[in-house]
């Protein structure tokens, strides 16, 4: 199943901790790319996180995560944190068609295939 994410783009639709809708900076959201060459790229709104990723075990995992060093506000600059934390943790993942669905137990993040939320123009 890990190879249906790769060079796959997932944005989130909900993120909710210990059960309540936790507060996003506005306009942003959560993004995970799963390239073809197997890394992923995580952003929450300002930073990027980049690493290769491991996807065994229903777990994700990132031995060595890599970021992007942009000036943004403190609000975002917490959200990339928290991201990152979330990743750190080796968060569950469960794919169900377009929908992703990433957990680590009090943290949980409600995603779907950016080709659904936003899909090509016609040629």
């Not at 890990?2 to 996003?24: I, N, Y």
């Not at 990027?48 to 600059?77: A, K, N, Y």
């Not at 968060?91 to 779907?112: D, F, N």
């Amino acid at each position: 199943m890990a190879d249906q994410l790769r060079d796959r783009t997932f944005l989130s639709t909900a993120v909710s901790e210990h059960g309540m809708p936790r507060p996003m900076p506005a306009g942003s959201r959560v993004m995970l790319w799963f390239t073809a060459d197997g890394r992923l790229v995580a952003n929450a709104g300002c930073n990027s996180i980049q690493g290769q990723v491991e996807l065994s075990g229903g777990q994700i995992w990132m031995p060595e995560m890599r970021f992007t060093m942009m000036g943004c506000g403190d609000d975002r600059l917490a959200q990339d944190q928290w991201l990152a934390s979330l990743l750190d943790a080796r968060p569950s993942w469960q794919l169900s068609g377009p929908h992703l669905r990433v957990s680590t137990g009090q943290a949980v993040i409600e995603l779907t295939d950016r080709r659904v939320l936003d899909p090509p123009e016609p040629p």
